[in-house]
């Protein structure tokens, strides 16, 4: 188990506003086009929404020629999908060792409560806030995503189950859609009351729901 303080810091921090501080940072320098587009084409996204993404406007934040963004994105919808695998494969990358490293329900608990980041729950809340039922591409785009990031979690609690850490009752799936849910409802929740305690209460049912399946 761990302190109480260290917890009311950890869920404290995940209340941020996910729309708050500066976007990607874009150097001037970076090499790699595509790179830069996606980056400057994220912070217009963030900054002002799905309207602001438009090709003469990505083109000038990028310094590229309406000829180069073409060739990079023939078809204007796919900036969208790029922004969402970008933002989300980093957050998968950083989540991935976590979750793979679990052996036992206290590191499932360790990672719930002490290594899972603010980002993670802001990257997911932040495209759903903007995308969700505004851009069709982008919004199946983050049910792909949603989906890997069900299959992550599922997995880690498939192991805890083929260890004898959870009953033969429990389905991994059901579990890993309530911990999703906690996270996003929860964060939601803290950000509109600016109070960490509905987001604490939500990812404490969570794992009590997990710990009732417990032989």
Do not use: C
């Amino acid at each position: 188990m761990h302190p109480a303080g260290a917890r009311t810091t950890t869920v404290q921090a995940m209340t941020a506003d996910w729309n708050d501080g500066p976007g990607p940072r874009v150097e001037a320098s970076e090499p790699d086009p595509r790179a830069r587009v996606v980056a400057v084409a994220t912070t217009l996204l963030v900054r002002h929404g799905v309207s602001s993404l438009s090709p003469a406007r990505i083109q000038t934040a990028a310094g590229v020629t309406r000829a180069e963004l073409e060739q990079l994105f023939p078809d204007p919808d796919a900036i969208v999908e790029a922004i969402v695998s970008t933002r989300l494969d980093a957050v998968f990358r950083a989540q991935r060792a976590h979750l793979d490293a679990v052996q036992h329900l206290s590191d499932l608990e360790r990672w719930l409560l002490d290594r899972l980041t603010p980002e993670t729950a802001r990257a997911l809340g932040s495209l759903i806030h903007l995308l969700a039922d505004r851009h069709d591409r982008g919004h199946r785009a983050l049910a792909k995503a949603f989906s890997r990031w069900k299959a992550l979690l599922a997995s880690a609690l498939w192991r805890l189950q083929a260890a004898g850490e959870l009953d033969r009752g429990a389905d991994p799936e059901e579990l890993a859609i309530g911990l999703i849910a906690a996270l996003q409802g929860g964060h939601l929740l803290a950000h509109l009351a600016q109070d960490a305690n509905p987001l604490r209460a939500t990812l404490a049912m969570a794992f009590d729901q997990i710990r009732a399946h417990t032989p």
